[in-house]
């Protein structure tokens, strides 16, 4: 039986999903309304950049802060607990020798006024060895005036850089010391009061312990405070801070002798905590930009099926199904939330790893410090780019930005050609 060309015309094929002419029509509508399309584009764009480097900045400071804090302040803090700490070597000798603990340093500790000629203030006062303190990770490679070479039969002190600025001093100048736990006399406690020449000025970079660290030989330190023989504090810094439980179980049982044992996060565990939150809200917060360059997308598509409902009517007819049709509207949506989101991943990358040089330039250009030290503890503005930070924050863009489309797709692929077509 043969064929005519008649019965072969009634038989057309389907186009299989993602056809050309979808990317088509996909082109064509993406030029049809331009404004739109910019603002939407430029607003994921912003939102995903303005994430990238918030999160980054949040990483920074966490790192920053974690590495300042417990880099100078160890990651364990051993006290006397039923009797004064006078054997502090033999304790010492046992840390050393846990697996885990890198460094364990005796220390005297105590608040003091410190004062100069020119200005007075508070601050902490470390008694400690001069072999430890060339250890201190915080202070091992932060010397920038004078030495720590001698340090124990110095009779002097290293203060940090914002407390000698603060108190007028350099090299060679003296710093009084003044505690209220002096001398036993007849009639009470005297307050005690000496000075001490300044050896080594250091800068650790974070301006809470660079403006009121002051550190003195150990012996030193035991005869001004009243500690003959003894220290107040063992400090011991471990090569994993993040996994302090395990070690702690070591330290504890290595001790010896009744002792309290408290780590870094119990100590800064209201100050770490908060910044988490922060981190947190400021993530759902930030994410509220993407989300209204979500809506732009929706109501420019919503404006773009009005425009193009005769052009839809058409493409039904012609043999488009709705499938065709819902599949060009997601295109066109998806197509501004992939621009948009890496447009915006290249931008946060390159403002996250320059952020620094951008604080700088915007205190030039407003001649005003909008990062002042003094209130955020550090002295520059830290920035860490984490992957799995910008792919979350990338996936999520794409991901509003494609559900943005959905609506709006349905709705095109629910038009009526009949309606559309009546008056033409």
């Given amino acids: 039986m043969t064929t005519t060309p008649g019965a072969a015309l009634a038989k057309p094929t389907r186009t299989h999903p993602f056809a050309p002419f979808e990317w088509l029509v996909v082109r064509r509508y993406l030029g049809a309304r331009r404004s739109i399309v910019v603002f939407s584009f430029l607003g994921i764009m912003l939102g995903v950049a303005t994430l990238i480097v918030v999160m980054s900045v949040m990483n920074g400071f966490r790192k920053e802060l974690l590495d300042k804090i417990i880099g100078i ?28 603990v ?5 220390m005297v500790a105590s608040p003091a006024g410190v004062s100069s000629p020119y200005n007075q203030t508070g601050g902490q006062i470390w008694g400690v060895r001069e072999a430890d303190l060339k250890r201190l990770p915080g202070i091992a490679g932060n010397i920038k005036l004078g030495t720590l070479d001698g340090f124990d039969k110095s009779g002097g002190v290293a203060i940090g850089q914002q407390l000698a600025e603060q108190l007028g001093l350099r090299i060679g100048d003296n710093v009084t010391l003044l505690t209220a736990k002096g001398a036993q ?8 009061i000496k000075a001490y020449p300044v050896v080594a000025i250091f800068h650790i970079g974070m301006s809470q312990f660079d403006a009121s660290f002051v550190y003195m030989p150990l012996a030193e330190a035991q005869a001004f405070f009243n500690k003959d023989g003894e220290a107040t504090v063992i400090e011991a810094f471990v090569s994993t801070p993040d996994d302090m439980d395990g070690v702690r179980e070591r330290i504890e049982a290595a001790v010896g002798r009744p002792m309290i044992l408290t780590d870094w996060r119990e100590r800064n565990k209201t100050f770490f905590d908060a910044l988490n939150v922060e981190r947190n809200v400021m993530f759902i917060i930030l ?8 809506l732009n997308v929706i109501s420019g598509l919503i404006m773009l099926v009005k425009d193009k409902g005769h052009d839809i009517a058409i493409l039904r007819t012609m043999g488009a199904t709705r499938g065709a049709i819902m599949r060009i ?18 931008l946060g990358l390159l403002m996250a790893e320059n952020v620094e040089n951008i604080r700088q330039f915007l205190n030039k250009l407003m001649s005003a410090n909008i990062f002042p030290s003094e209130l955020y503890f550090l002295s520059h503005l830290p920035s860490i780019v984490d992957p799995w930070d910008v792919t979350s924050v990338v996936v999520t863009a794409f991901a509003l930005a494609v559900l943005a489309t959905v609506y709006p797709s349905w709705r095109a692929a629910s038009l009526d050609p009949v309606k559309a077509l009546r008056y033409e």
């Fill in 329 to 346: 509207f997601l295109l066109t949506g998806a197509a501004i939330g992939v621009i948009g989101s890496f447009a915006g991943f290249l």
């Fill in 73 to 100: 302040n160890g990651h364990a803090f051993l006290e006397a607990a039923d009797r004064p700490l006078t054997d502090y070597d033999a304790v010492v000798s046992r840390l050393q020798n846990v697996p885990g």
């Fill in 102 to 106: 890198t460094l364990a340093l005796p």
């Fill in 185 to 192: 006399t007849p009639f009470g406690v005297a307050p005690r």
């Fill in 287 to 294: 994410t509220m930009i993407i989300l209204v360059a979500a």
